[in-house]
């Protein structure tokens, strides 16, 4: 006879179905991970779901069920089923919302915010979103049940602002081990005529805190004449000149690609470049160490928390250090590889193995404490 489990956490599946974001990512490999554990430690007396707003594909889970909604809520706005849909279906369950969001009215609950970038970085976000998410994240750090993030960095800017107190936040580190599972698909490597080594990788975002002008700057000088600059995402030429970037010749877009793709581009760059502003976590760069890519990093946000002393650092705002921290890494042999070295040894301390056993920890504790 089964044991009737003393709570059930309920996690907020909205992000199945929905177009690709690193938040998602995050969510996807948690649960995933949290699944793995509870095989190999049991449950702790909980049951555990994830719950679907849409005929979506779900990964296989062997110790967490997939809970599919009524009929009539498929065709609820996303936004009113978290708020007003899933509070109600799982009243009785305790939620976990990993993607930022959660519904209002339902204390039994923990939301994991990534950072608090509508507050420090407001000029990356539409007026609409940013006061959308600054009132939820008001409410959700004042009525929910304990608020997780990703970095100690994240959870200062959190007391900062004032979303939640300090003894209310749970960081837990994102892992970046997925990538290692990955298969390389060197597909883009042909299609864009690149030459491995000889290029570097950044995020394709115009977002003002990505900070990807200062990599334009620099790209732009002739001693980086004979290097590519790969941008990766949805973002296009036409887009950074339309806010008025100036796009070198040796800049390539390749458009969103799929996971393998983008492990083919790391494996093989001479470097990957992350000049933001700020970050709540910065999972790129941990990725690119993963696979033995060097980092060149802003000294900014999260990014030192996270990369430790196994990137080389750049002033955001001087094209020319950008410049020669990048011919440092694609050209001096020495620097290079302690670079790789280092870059591998600080990636394997951020397994999602472990990020699922603190995100365990911290659910037994509230849900005993609440029960």
Known sequence: ????????????????????????????????AMDALIAGQGGNGMDYAVVVREC????????????????????????????????????????????????????????????????????????PLRLWYRLLYFFIGKRHKVILTVSEFSRRELVR?????????????????????????????????LEPRRYVIALANTQKHKNIGVLLKAFADAELADVELVLFGDATRTDFENLGHVVPSNVRFTGRISDPELVGLMVNAGALAFPSLTEGFGLPPLEAMALGCPVVAAPFGALPEVCGKAALYADPFSPDAWRLNIL??????????????AGRLQ?????????????????NAVTRQSG
């Open 1 to 32: 006879m089964k044991t009737i489990a003393s709570k059930t956490i309920a996690f907020n599946g909205k992000f199945f179905g929905a177009t690709p974001t690193g938040v998602h990512r995050v969510a996807e490999q948690l649960v995933a």
């Open 56 to 127: 979506v594909d779900v990964p296989h889970y062997s110790n967490i069920l997939c809970a599919r909604e009524d009929h009539w809520a498929r065709r609820m706005h996303r936004i009113a089923w978290e708020q007003c849909y899933l509070p109600v279906a799982r009243r009785k369950d305790f939620i976990l919302n990993l993607c930022n969001l959660g519904p209002l009215f339902h204390r039994e609950s923990a939301t994991m915010i990534h950072d608090a970038q509508v507050y420090s970085a407001p000029d990356s976000y539409r007026l």
């Open 161 to 193: 602002y004032g979303i939640a107190p300090a003894d209310k936040i749970v960081v837990v580190h994102n892992g970046c081990d997925h990538v290692l599972h990955i298969r390389p698909d060197e597909g883009q490597l042909v299609a864009l005529n």
């Open 328 to 341: 440092s890494a694609l050209d001096d042999e020495a620097v290079r590889q302690s670079l790789i070295s």
């Open 347 to 363: 990636a394997a301390r951020f397994t999602w193995k472990e990020a699922a056993r603190n995100l365990f920890e911290t659910l």
